[in-house]
């Protein structure tokens, strides 16, 4: 948004998403999120590497949404056993 002076609909492309995936992750602290964020942002390069090969572009694009969900789903799952656990 810094580098042009206009907005369009779904420029975002569902970023915000991935950064609040992000924030919560890394449990809300400024380095949680960090490393939260070089997590997306390292498997966003390796989708834009990706697209070099012979593969659907939709399977390239779907790359760091899948991520995001199978990140929450894990990190779900790791806290409700440490809830009853601690139960």
Do not use: C, H
Not at 1 to 27: K, N, Q
Not at 29 to 47: K, Q, Y
Not at 67 to 76: F, G
């Amino acid at each position: 948004m810094g580098y042009v002076s206009w907005f369009s609909r779904d420029m975002t492309a569902g970023r915000g998403f991935i950064a609040i995936a992000a924030a919560s992750i890394g449990g809300n602290l400024p380095l949680g999120t960090f490393f939260g964020s070089l997590l997306f942002g390292a498997v966003n390069t390796l989708a834009i590497f990706l697209a070099t090969l012979k593969v659907p572009s939709e399977l390239i694009q779907m790359i760091p949404y899948v991520t995001t969900v199978l990140v929450l789903a894990v990190y779900a799952i790791q806290k409700s056993m440490r809830s009853r656990g601690e139960e």
